[in-house]
């Protein structure tokens, strides 16, 4: 597959976000599991939200240590705290994306890439990774109809 990459500013978010660790073997029941935990807060309080939801991943997946991700959804206004979920600004900036179409186990050679280009066009990764869900995996026919974008931010 081919990935398109383009450099876009993108605005600091108010977001709605919940913590977790998982090793790569598990993450996915444990991104399932924090998105419900957060959606259900967000609904509780009444929160809309305002943009698809997305995962910052922080450190290299692994099957041996776990690595930090943080689950969120952009909201309008600041997200007050409530048990474990909480409310923060998500940084803005310059970011470098592409979009991956298909299996969220697939998408490894996005990330490829996207790093690629980052390195060929002389810019230099500037924070962790992140992954927007554009469709929601509920609701497309098959996890091949899945769209993700994944944006660098870039120095």
Do not use: C
Request: no cysteine; proline share 11%.
């Amino acid at each position: 597959m081919i990935y398109d990459v383009t450099v876009k500013d993108v605005p600091t978010i108010h977001a709605a976000v919940v913590r977790r660790q998982a090793t790569i073997d598990i993450i996915g029941p444990v991104i399932r599991g924090g998105f419900a935990v957060l959606m259900s807060a967000v609904h509780k309080l009444g929160a809309v939200p305002a943009g698809p939801p997305f995962l910052i991943t922080f450190g290299e997946p692994s099957t041996e240590h776990p690595m930090d991700l943080e689950l969120g959804v952009p909201v309008a206004a600041p997200f007050p705290d409530t048990g474990d979920v909480f409310g923060r600004e998500v940084d803005g900036g310059a970011m470098a994306t592409t979009v991956h179409h298909g299996t969220y186990a697939g998408i490894g050679p996005a990330y490829a890439a996207l790093t690629r280009w980052i390195a060929e066009h002389g810019h230099t990764i500037a924070g962790p990774p992140r992954e927007i869900y554009v469709t929601d995996p509920g609701s497309v026919p098959t996890p091949a109809d899945n769209v993700t974008e994944i944006w660098f931010p870039i120095a």
